[in-house]
């Protein structure tokens, strides 16, 4: 059974790094890529970057040099970390898998983020 | 970047009606559409890949079609679980852009 779950605090103060930790089960990260999404409350959905299947990443220009996304396959986590964070970074975020053939086929379930003082 | 227009932004349909939904790629995505459906608190879920090919277990009842630049999804019959917000997505280039959102509302 294939599974997302995103894990992170809930709480980030502005121009610190946020830490996100995105753990599959049920599919490697060897054969699909894992993407991030936000979503600020009630509103769309916003694309910030892949992890690719052979350990490569590419990124939304719109986060510029903020954004970084790893992973380790032995622990079949994917990592998301984004400095400098301001108060327009709250909402949340979401890790997903593209599909063979399909775009975003699961998600996870999501993990809010607050940046405030 | 890709942007991607969604219309309209809200609709308001009774059960049983028929909807559609548009979106317009600023350039050519050779169908590399997909359309997801969202509930509150919820996480997106995926019903039209390709732009007209039904993910697994979705019903019948929903629909995507288009080329190009143009891409519409369609809800026959609508049932009272229908009533989310919707959105589309370019799968073709990165950014992987999304529609606006349209939010089905029960009239």
Known sequence: ?117 | DIQMTQSPASLSASLGETVTIECLASEDIYDILAWYQQKPGKSPQLLIYDASSLHTGVPSRFSGSGSGTQYSLKINSLQPEDFASYYCQNGLSAPLTFGSGTKLEIK
């Open chain 1, 1 to 117: 059974q294939v599974q997302l779950k995103e894990s992170g605090p809930g709480l980030v103060q502005p121009s610190q790094t946020l830490s996100l930790t995105c753990t599959v089960s049920g599919f490697s990260l060897t054969s699909y890529s894992v993407h991030w999404v936000r979503q600020h409350s009630g509103k769309s959905l916003e694309w910030m970057g892949r992890m690719w299947s052979d350990g490569d990443t590419s990124y939304n220009s719109a986060f510029t040099s903020r954004l970084s996304i790893s992973r380790d396959t032995s622990k079949s986590q994917v990592f998301l970390k984004m400095n400098s964070l301001q108060t327009e970074d709250t909402g949340t975020y979401y890790c997903a898998r593209r599909g063979n053939g399909s775009l975003f086929d699961y998600w996870g379930q999501g993990v809010m983020v607050t940046v405030s003082s």
